[in-house]
């Protein structure tokens, strides 16, 4: 059974840095795509940033150029490093596989705050 463990979020100033990192069970070759999305309250669940087996990234508009999605295959993890965040990424975050089936994490909260 396929399982994704997300940490690495947490509270941090407007202008700061975190490192988000979702673990899988299996090897992260075994799925198409790698993805992160992101939840704010009272706002639907939005794509952040992908990245496909291949190697291609894409990312939402809001977040290029501060955000970079990577992967470390003998880690199993693939990463979400989050740079000058603001108060609007504020969201709990969801790792998210595509294989045979759509797999999701449990969340983790990053709160960008003052």
């Known amino acids: 059974q396929v399982q994704l463990l997300e940490s690495g979020g947490g509270l941090v100033q407007p202008g700061g840095s975190l490192r988000l990192s979702c673990a899988a069970s299996?090897?992260?070759?075994?799925?198409?795509?790698l993805a992160w999305y992101r939840q704010a309250p009272g706002k639907e669940r939005e794509l952040v940033a992908a990245?496909?087996?291949?190697?291609?990234?894409n990312y939402a508009d809001s977040v290029k150029g501060r955000f970079t999605i990577s992967r470390e295959a003998a880690k199993k993890t693939v990463y979400l490093q989050m740079n000058t965040l603001k108060p609007e990424d504020t969201a709990v975050y969801y790792c998210?596989?595509?294989?045979?089936?759509?797999?999701w994490g449990q969340g983790t909260q990053v709160t960008v705050s003052s």
């Open positions: 990245v496909t087996s291949t190697g291609s990234t």
């Open positions: 299996v090897s992260i070759f075994t799925f198409r795509t």
């Open positions: 998210n596989a595509l294989a045979g089936g759509t797999y």
